[in-house]
Structures are given as C-alpha cells and as structure tokens.
T-cell receptor
Framework: GESVGLHLPTLSVQEGDNSIINCAYS??????FIWYKQESGKGPQFIID?????DKRQGQRVTVLLNKTVKHLSLQIAATQPGDSAVYFC????????????FGKGITLSVRP | ETGVTQSPTHLIKTRGQQVTLRCSSQ?????VSWYQQALGQGPQFIFQ???????GRGNFPPRFSGLQFPNYSSELNVNALELDDSALYLC????????????FGPGTRLLVL
C-alpha cells in the first residue's frame, strides 16, 4: 500500500492492495474525528469515527488510527476494491455532540484493476 | 442512501440574483447543518439550525441566511450572488446536533455566471 498526506490530491493503488490515507489536523481541542467517502454526484458518506480517548478503531475493511500527540489521523483500507474509488475527507469537531464539522481538503483514491 | 433530500439538484444563476435551496431532513432528526463545498475542496460549515433557531454559524457573510420549519426541513438563502458562490451546497441532518447521527444529502450544485 501507499500513504500520502492530504496535501497531495490523488492516491492510486492496485486492486487488492491496502490503502493508507493520512490527515493532519490543527485544532488540539478537537475530540471527535470522522472519515467520510464522497462519490461523484453524492454527499459525504460516513465511513468510521473515533474519539480522542482511543488510538485505534476498526470497522469492516477499514481502520482509523489517531495520534493526538502529533495531531495525525489515518484511514487504512484493506484489500482495496474498485468501489472504494472516491474522494476521502477527514473531519474534526470538539465533541461527538457537536455536528459542526471542520473538514480537510480531501484526497482522491483511484483503484487500478 | 440517506433520508436527507435536497432540491433542486442543479441550478444556474447570474451575479446579483438571489437563490433558495431546500433540504428535507431524515425522519426523526431535528437539526440541519448547511455546508458549502467548492470544487476540489472539503465542505465548509455555513450554519446550523436546531428546532427552528440558528445554532452556530461559520465564516460566511450575512447574505447567507436560513430557515428551519416546524417539520425540521430547512432553506438556505443566498442574496446578491457572487461568482465565488458557485459550489455544491450540502445539507446534513442530525438528532440534537450530534455528529455521530449526522447524515448528508446529495447536495445542490449552484453555478453563478
């Protein structure tokens, strides 16, 4: 798999490989983080979330890692599939009770068959 | 698909005109947030409505205004349109403003000429 920061616009991976998408956040007061997937013509779709009292959370084929010390968040997608091709955003908020989100710029994940 | 719907899907306006975008929230949700997503960028928080009252606002000028109705549907109004207002406008609904319950609609694509 490959990893890239959100300052680079595109990540291209081979189908079946693992993908790692990184995000650096700036607000040390942020306590709740969400990864979203946005397909063309659609709104952002929730993938996985994590609270600041955790450093890792796993879902189905996805894992989010949080390092509050360096304010870094990553999304790992196992066995990347063509359907994973989309733009991915990280978002932060002061708490899970607060839906006023601050989004990162996003990265396009392109899966090669 | 989420239960959040938006209308229209696309529209074209000219500079100086006014526009109204509409959003129907998911059943059971009482909070609506609006976001502006410029091309190639992450969504930016405009404002949030909770039980018909504005409940927080991002860094947007007063010509961006909104309403929430007793059935919790919402409108976003933009006066004196500028070219830079061209964007995808996203509506998201949640229960009591909780981020973990928030779902996004498909958005309205606005083009200002």
């Amino acid at each position: 798999g490959e990893s890239v920061g959100l300052h680079l616009p595109t990540l291209s991976v081979q189908e079946g490989d693992n993908s790692i998408i990184n995000c650096a956040y700036s607000n040390s007061a942020s306590d709740y983080f969400i990864w979203y997937k946005q397909e063309s013509g659609k709104g952002p779709q929730f993938i996985i979330d994590i609270r600041s009292n955790m450093d890792k959370r796993q879902g189905q084929r996805v894992t989010v890692l949080l390092n509050k010390t360096v304010k870094h968040l990553s999304l790992q997608i196992a066995a990347t599939q063509p359907g994973d091709s989309a733009v991915y955003f990280c978002a932060e908020t002061p708490s899970g009770a607060n839906s006023k989100l601050t989004f990162g710029k996003g990265i396009t994940l392109s899966v090669r068959p | 698909e989420t239960g959040v719907t938006q209308s229209p899907t696309h529209l074209i306006k000219t500079r100086g005109q006014q526009v109204t975008l509409r959003c129907s929230s998911q059943s059971g949700h009482n909070t609506v947030s609006w976001y502006q997503q410029a091309l190639g960028q992450g969504p930016q928080f405009i404002f949030q409505y909770y039980r018909e009252e504005e409940n927080g606002r991002g860094n947007f000028p007063p010509r961006f205004s909104g309403l929430q109705f007793p059935n919790y549907s919402s409108e976003l109004n933009v006066n004196a349109l500028e070219l830079d207002d061209s964007a995808l406008y996203l509506c998201a609904s949640s229960l009591d403003g909780r981020a973990e319950t928030q779902y996004f609609g498909p958005g309205t694509r606005l083009l200002v000429l």
